[in-house]
């Protein structure tokens, strides 16, 4: 006699119904392929501590592209890597239509209209105090970022871009820029708001490829506490209410509370963004022999989707594709 009704190791006793009980699965769709890009020609940099990520002139990034999209990837969000030259206390390079990141944004819409071209909104890149926002006697000054961002919005919407993506974490902003995208006649351009960003030490591989690192102090005064959840719902609601298209949270692996809390809540799409230190913790141990990397790599982005994230910004997007083309 059987004393045993559930018997859930049924469901799972051959590949075919484990596929056919499978709840989740990642796609090519799902993807948001972040680059860096760089000024000169036919030059390609290696992140150092992302192997395989590198900073692209602008040829080499629409041959990248052009790769990825034969691949399937269709979205991509674009960083620049600027040196010290161009950088000052308001960001004057973000709004300057004949410097590198405009003018490459335009060709790469030029020359690829179908590719989903993301950008992103924050000082840091051109900041030479290294923050997001408009630093005054060591403060991070909320509202007069807030101009300075919704002209660096405008200038990137005039390249024909489709989402903005503002990662600067100032109160108000997506907003602000809703509106001054609405009145400059970009009612069409989406804002994917960084909308749970927290103060992670797993940015640091990206602020070694941007060179974008705060020259003081940290980002603690404007990035959120990873101690909290609440205050995520809080920012949810606000970006919700200024009408945001999408809700990120960022970092993802640690934040997968986050992603699922923000995705039981609100009824727009979460986007997970798995940074930069996720991705290099992955390779290093890899790289020793100590964990399987593509497996791994498979199962990290299998846990955002399962937490509710339909949209992923990852650095894996490429490789992922190249090793699960059919
Ligand atoms: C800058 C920005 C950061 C990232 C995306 N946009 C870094 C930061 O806030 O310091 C991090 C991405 C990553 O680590 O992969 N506003």
Redesign the pocket.
């Known amino acids: 006699m059987n004393i045993l009704t559930h018997r859930p190791r049924r469901n799972r006793k051959s590949s075919a119904i484990r596929n056919l009980v499978q709840e989740n699965e990642v796609t090519v769709n799902d993807f948001i392929f972040?680059l860096f890009l760089i000024d000169g020609k036919n030059k390609k940099t290696e992140v150092k501590s992302m192997p395989g990520i590198f900073r692209l002139s602008t040829d080499l990034m629409l041959k990248e592209i052009e790769s990825c999209l034969k691949l399937g990837i269709t979205t991509f969000d674009i960083?620049p890597s600027l040196t010290d030259k161009f950088k000052d206390k308001t960001a004057t390079e973000s709004t300057n239509k004949n410097g590198l990141y405009l003018k490459t944004l335009t060709l790469i819409k030029k020359k690829f209209p179908e590719a989903c071209i993301m950008t992103?909104v924050?000082?840091?890149?051109y900041s030479s105090d290294g923050h997001?926002g408009l630093v005054r006697n060591g403060e991070i000054v909320n509202d007069e970022t807030l101009d300075i961002l919704a002209k660096m919005a405008i200038a990137q919407a005039e390249c024909g871009i489709d989402i903005i993506?503002p990662?600067?974490?100032m109160d108000g902003r997506v907003g602000f820029i809703r509106n001054a995208l609405d009145d400059a006649g970009f009612s069409n351009v989406s804002i994917m708001s960084?909308t749970a960003?927290y103060a992670?030490a797993?940015?640091?591989?990206?602020?070694d490829?941007?060179d974008?690192?705060?020259k003081f102090g940290d980002?603690k005064t404007y990035?959120m506490n990873p101690a909290n959840s609440k205050e995520a719902i809080l920012e949810a609601q606000l970006d919700f209410e200024e009408g945001a298209d999408f809700l990120m949270v960022?970092?993802a692996l640690s934040y997968l509370d986050i992603i699922k809390d923000l995705n039981t809540h609100f009824s727009l799409p979460i986007a997970a963004?798995?940074?930069?230190?996720?991705?290099a913790m992955v390779k290093a141990a890899a790289a020793k022999g100590w964990i399987d990397g593509d497996r791994v790599r498979d199962e990290i982005l299998l846990s955002m989707k399962r937490a509710g994230a339909s949209i992923i910004?990852t650095?894996f997007a490429k490789e992922w594709a190249l090793k699960h083309k059919n």
């Not at 797993?202 to 602020?207: A, E, H, L, Q, S």
């Open positions: 972040p960083f992103d924050a000082m840091d890149p997001d993506g990662s600067d974490m960084y960003k992670s797993f940015y640091g591989p990206f602020r490829a941007l974008s690192a705060p980002k990035q960022k970092p963004y798995n940074v930069s230190g996720e991705y910004l650095y």
